[in-house]
């Protein structure tokens, strides 16, 4: 099996780096989006019928347009909003979803440029053979198929810029987040911190490296599972270079016909597995469980790729999140509450409505997404259990009254690691796997 790759992108020559160009280029889609409002209330007035859809169809289009000429972290953001198939309308994570596989390449000169300023010499030098045509760009680089003493190899180039342009690229973005997720009080910075200093991380491809083989040195005993070799000598702080993986994104492995349930289920467990066994044994999580980072061969093994986002789980956060997944919450209300404390849920300064809401709300919440470990096997493809995700999705989303609370809530860890769980029970989900929860222990 082999990926399939557009390869008709027009390449860019530039990307806009300082804070200035970048707003302007977000100024710019804002005055198209102000068009698709014009043109949809004209429609909706002659009671044009699917009017809406269209209106969010030309919207998604304009932002995602303007996002993948900027790359790097504004491009990051699709990449993340693309997961949330629950909270966002479906033209937006189709439009979104692009940005795990289609964005616009470098141009060839400049990809020359940069392989001779990070690993001193042009491609054709430090290679047998380098394709001019990038095989995948994405969010913060792109890849380059080459070959060297035989090998076939990934030649990832990270885009110009990119580490540079994150903050300001958050300081664009914050006072719309601030109102969006109502948040209040200074210590909001610590949210963007967080988000910063991955993003940050994910840029530094000699930390990617060292993590990369890290975790496959530490997961090689789970089967079905595979990471590709790394090599220090071709790879520099913004080139990083590995094996060549032959293989279908999840996606399209799963668009592929017919299915085959029971590799499926193998696969389900081999990602289950996987997960479980970097969370609660080595307290260190590949935390950007998206389609575009997984690859399933021709032996329906699941390939491993891009660690370049690794959370690191503390124990004063391990510790009482993962309390949650055995206490009986209706049998410990106290115990239940002061751990919402230790989890930053609840605050010292909170209403009594507010205790009242939070603890309610993250009752259910704890109750739905610790289901499968209160289960020997879990099926992943249950609908109810789908519905319930749904259904909180809903809640988060419109509810008035969380709107109007302080939504200044939980532990900065939160932010990574409910990412980590929702990705990974996305795509199980998208698998119809049927897993057995406790079987990673016997890797520990």
């Known amino acids: 099996m082999e990926r399939k790759i557009c390869f008709f992108l027009k390449s860019l020559d530039y990307i806009p780096t300082n804070k200035i160009a970048r707003a302007s280029n977000l100024v710019t889609t804002g005055i198209k989006l102000g068009g ?8 909706k ?27 790097g972290s504004a491009l990051k953001v699709a990449q993340m909003l693309s997961m949330e198939k629950n909270l966002l309308p479906r033209e937006y994570v189709d439009q979104f979803s692009l940005s795990q596989f289609s964005v616009p390449p470098l141009s060839w000169s400049l990809v020359k440029k940069l392989i001779r300023k990070y690993l001193g010499a042009n491609p054709d030098s430090v290679f047998d053979s380098f394709s001019v045509q990038s095989k995948n760009a994405a969010s913060i680089g792109q890849v380059h198929q080459a070959t060297k003493n035989g090998k076939k190899l990934a030649v990832k180039v990270q885009y110009p810029g990119v580490a540079d342009s994150i903050s300001s690229d958050l300081s664009i973005v914050k006072p719309i987040a601030l109102r969006m997720f109502n948040l209040k009080g200074q210590d909001t910075d610590k949210y963007f911190k967080e988000v910063e200093n991955k993003l940050m991380e994910e840029t530094d491809y000699k930390l990617e490296l060292e993590q990369s083989q890290w975790i496959a040195d530490q997961c090689e005993a789970i089967p079905f599972l595979r990471f590709p070799a790394y090599y220090p000598e071709f790879s520099s702080e913004k080139i990083l270079t590995m094996d060549w993986m032959e293989g279908l994104h999840i996606s399209e492995y799963l668009s592929a016909q017919p299915q085959d349930r029971q590799m499926n289920h193998r696969l389900g467990q081999t990602l289950w597995d996987f997960y479980m066994f970097q969370i609660h044994h080595l307290k260190k999580v590949h935390a950007d469980p998206h389609p575009g980072n997984f690859l399933i061969d021709e032996s329906y093994n699941l390939v491993a790729l891009d660690f370049g986002c690794v959370k690191a789980i503390p124990d004063d956060f391990y510790q009482p999140y993962f309390e949650l997944a055995d206490l009986k919450i209706e049998d ?5 509450q002061e751990i919402l404390y230790d989890l930053e849920i609840l605050r010292t300064e909170d209403t009594d409505e507010e205790v009242i809401y939070f603890t309610k709300l993250f009752g259910r919440l704890i109750n739905v997404l610790t289901l499968p470990f209160t289960q020997r096997e879990f099926d992943f493809g249950d609908a109810i259990f789908w519905g319930e995700i749904n259904s909180l999705s809903e809640t988060l989303s419109s509810d008035k009254r969380l709107r109007k609370m302080n939504g200044n809530r939980g532990s900065k860890h939160f932010i990574y690691i409910n990412r980590t769980f929702f990705g990974l029970y996305s795509l199980l989900n998208d698998l119809k796997a049927k897993v057995y ?5 016997k890797y520990c």
């Open 36 to 43: 698709n409002y014009i043109k949809y209330y004209s429609k």
């Open 45 to 71: 007035a002659l009671k044009v019928e699917g009017s809406r859809q269209r209106l969010d169809e030309e919207n998604a289009k304009d932002i995602y347009n303007s996002l993948k000429t900027l790359k």
């Open 332 to 336: 410990n209300p106290s115990r239940f």
């Open 437 to 441: 929860t406790e079987s990673f222990r």
